[in-house]
């Protein structure tokens, strides 16, 4: 989920030679099997179940079927973070109008909301990287905002000071270990970074400075079209996104993430993070899980497999757990698939956002065309709701 100044077109970065390679790649393709074949309908079976007038940025399902979602900060609307319910335009602000209300207007806004996800708790976690350039002049710094589903509460909240979510840093994706009490972001900003967050202690560090987290020399596609963002002179440039797709096993001792802008998915220990261990001994333990595709989002099922994004294709891969990457479904409907998170049974929830037609990317107006869309997937595995 992608919201992207001229401070994100960083320099492309090689792969530091000692990432050791846990896989190979091959076209053989996923073996995933369905529960009850003739009850569950077909693997890649694609439904949409929300068309929206606003742009959904992050999307997360609860174990229930509820769905929340981010309002993307590319393309404004008259919230931050909405319920949807299945239909047309069927959402409605949460937790409250309170927490919608004009970006910078108060402490308990939600300036710039991006990721989403529900742990096991019934908490929704939202990340919001802040504004530092408001209308009203008065900076409005990230934060790590959880608001309990049923209450709808809020139930954690920490404001980050300029050393953890610095000027020009962008607060985007979120994997959330509610069992061991950490948070997992990606800051795709700036300054590429993996904010890891103790939730019980309130206390947060970044993890920067590594290649892994730097965008790779490959464009961004969509529509056949090579994204750019402009330069402070008005001229336009190639798109390069660092870090932003991020999850976690089902087991919470593994962090997969990569580059938007990037071909490789890789992996590191969460204990290294948990543990505050330095950062060459967290370098030396990254490993290189396989090849992806170009991608904004990412969902790992308990098994190990990782759905992914397919931004140049419109779809949805799959990279298995043991290194294959195959395609789980293409829809001509998919016009960027901004993330994805697992809800109940087997169906894989998609934000669809058309954030190429977007006027940082066009250069100029905006040619996005309602409907944007809520999708799901049927993967014949199981997942963890709601990441």
Known sequence: ???????????????????????????????????????????????????LDITPGNVTASRDGRM????HGMRRGPAQLIEIKPGKNNWSTFPNQEWNAKPGSG?????????????????????????????????QQPKLVAFDINTRKQVFRMDFPEEIGPRGGIMQDIAVD???????IADCGATPAIVVVDINNKTA???????SLNAENVDLVVEGQILKFPRPDGSMQNARVPINPITISADGEIIYYGAMNGE?????????????????EI????????????SDGISTDAEGNHFITNLRDNAIDVLSKDGKLTRL?????????????????????VAVNQLHRSSIFTGKSDVGQPPYLIARVWTGTKGQPGR
């Open 205 to 211: 560090h970044r993890f920067t400075n590594h290649p």
């Open 68 to 71: 929340f979602a981010s309002v």
């Open 283 to 294: 370098s030396q333990a990254i490993k290189v899980v396989g090849k992806k595709p170009v």
């Open 329 to 349: 479904v293409r829809d001509d409907r998919f016009l960027f698939p901004d993330n994805v998170r697992f809800g109940s049974d087997s169906w894989l929830y």
């Open 107 to 139: 402490s308990n806004v939600l300036n710039t909301a991006h990721g989403v996800a529900i742990d096991s708790q019934d908490r929704l976690w939202v990340t919001d990287h802040g504004n530092w350039m408001p209308d009203n002049g008065k900076p």
């Open 1 to 51: 989920m992608l919201t992207c100044t001229t401070a994100l077109v960083v320099s492309a970065c090689s792969k530091e030679t000692n990432l050791t390679q846990q896989s190979s790649i091959s076209p053989t393709a996923i073996a995933v099997v369905q529960t009850s074949p003739s009850a569950s309908p077909e693997v890649g079976k694609t439904e949409i179940v929300a068309e």
């Open 178 to 184: 509610a069992e061991r009490g950490f948070a997992y």
């Open 264 to 280: 490789t998915l890789y992996s590191v220990p969460a204990r290294l993070f948990r543990e505050k261990a330095t950062n060459a």
